[in-house]
């Protein structure tokens, strides 16, 4: 959250180790200005009451209309039940809010009947109705049901009620967690809306723990009724990735400074505890992004915060006229394990394309591995190698592929990890998906830029 010229990043964090710990999972604490250079705070929250015996879990903050700051989290309590707790700054005006107060009269949501116990959790970021009262998502697993979306209401943040309906329901999908509501402007334009975003088409985001996946889909919010109908297919299982690689749990925020929307996601980036151990961490969040609707009204567009680019020190420039056919051309000057690469492909001769198979469509990630970058197509593969060894051996590609399909192009775009380390029992697997581009409409025009952060591509 944005809060008094500083921005807040709250975690899951075990202060006692690098696993998720016994009951001790608490909220770490990071504050920056840029949302680059973070200085790290004592935990912001830990087990310390009945109703979190066994854990801070996740939960989201909010920022009141006088300016003062609210968080919603989830407790397990002493008898292993998820509960939904409230915790307020010590000092609103203290500008690290280095201490939070959690009231004795937590739980503020208890877990209902109808719930499971071990599957209610997640509130979100609370929106302000048109009728006063405070809304916020909180994710669960209905008895004989399946996963839902449930909306909460409340005046104070103290007393809340239940919606009769929920804000989504996923049948066949299962548990569900984190869900994100927000509201997007028209098709296009990158200036974000803060939660409650009245009359705008909004994007309801799901993390789906069956496929370890974040999936999302523009639709329209009743703020009324409190429910949300999709746009597309109502099963989120076949809405629109967030994202093609290794990223869970997603969360955005608002962000006032520069009226954009921001998103984090975690990425495990874990191979064994034992690793894990070894290294003395196990998870990484992503570099933040800024998060717009697609001109096409569809998808949203994600990009890295403009203050990345402050990072950047020593600038190497390269032309190269013509990659040949399995040839690769070494970037000289660009040393190290970090790295921020810009490259513009131009494509000639995409009529030679290969063509698509209807049943590569369903599987896109699949036909990545079965399709890596060293399997000659005829255009493509073509892209990067990055952290690559002298020999060759070791590196991680990240490219395209382009198929035609009648008298359309697609473009595959995918990162191939299975070169990216030599080691047995490394998680490996290969990533991907068709991107939603008209490369012959741009000219045979694909531009694609890499972040390179040390083990995280």
Request: glycine share 8%; charged share 25%; net charge negative.
């Amino acid at each position: 959250m944005y809060h008094n010229g500083l921005y807040h990043f709250f975690y899951q964090y075990n202060p006692d180790g690098v696993t998720w710990g016994n009951g001790n999972l608490s909220w770490g604490h990071s504050v920056s200005v840029d949302l680059v250079n973070w200085f790290a705070l004592d935990a912001a929250l830990q087990p310390s009451r009945s109703f979190d015996a066994n854990g801070c879990w996740s939960g989201s903050a909010t920022i009141l209309p006088d300016g003062s700051p609210v968080m919603l989290y989830t407790g397990i309590d002493a008898r292993g039940d998820q509960v939904q707790n409230v915790a307020f700054p010590k000092n609103a005006s203290d500008p690290l809010l280095v201490e939070w107060v959690k009231p004795e009269y937590n739980p503020v949501i208890p877990v209902p009947a109808d719930i499971k116990r071990d599957d209610f959790r997640d509130p979100s970021t609370a929106w302000l109705g048109a009728d006063g009262l405070w809304r916020i998502a909180v994710a669960a697993r209905v008895h004989d049901v399946g996963g839902a979306t449930l909306i909460y209401r409340s005046k104070d943040f103290l007393r809340w009620e239940r919606n009769a309906d929920p804000l989504y329901l996923a049948h066949a999908a299962g548990m569900v967690e984190c869900p994100d509501l927000f509201p997007v402007s028209e098709p296009g334009v990158e200036v974000g809306l803060p939660a409650s975003g009245a009359g705008a088409r909004h994007v309801l985001k799901m993390s789906v723990m069956d496929t370890v996946q974040d999936y999302y889909v523009v639709g329209r919010y009743d703020d009324t009724a409190d429910t949300f109908v999709p746009e597309d297919d109502d099963d989120c299982r076949s809405w629109r990735r967030l994202d093609y690689g290794h990223v869970y749990a997603s969360k955005s925020f608002f962000d006032p400074s520069k009226n954009r929307r921001v998103l984090w996601g975690w990425a495990n980036e874990s191979d064994s505890v034992s690793d894990d151990l070894v290294r003395g961490w196990s998870g990484v969040q992503t570099v933040p992004r800024k998060i717009w609707l697609d001109e096409d009204g569809k998808q949203l567009r994600q990009w890295p915060v403009e203050e990345i680019e402050t990072l950047r020190s020593k600038r190497v420039n390269l032309l190269i006229p013509e990659v040949n056919a399995g040839g690769v051309n070494e970037i000289i000057g660009v040393m190290g394990t970090q790295a921020d690469v810009e490259v513009v492909f131009e494509v000639p001769a995409l009529e030679h394309a290969d063509v698509l198979e209807p049943n590569w469509l369903l599987d896109p990630q699949s036909l990545c591995g079965e399709k890596g970058a060293s399997v000659p197509g005829s255009v493509g593969p073509f892209g990067l190698l990055v952290m690559a060894s002298g020999d060759m051996q070791e590196h991680t590609a990240v490219f395209f592929r382009v198929f035609r399909q009648n008298d359309k192009y697609k473009v595959l775009m995918c990162t191939d990890l299975s070169r990216s380390s030599t080691r047995d029992g490394v998680y490996k697997p290969p990533y991907g998906a068709f991107v939603d581009m008209d490369i012959e409409a741009h000219g045979g025009i694909i531009s694609l830029r890499t972040l390179v952060d040390h083990s995280v591509v």
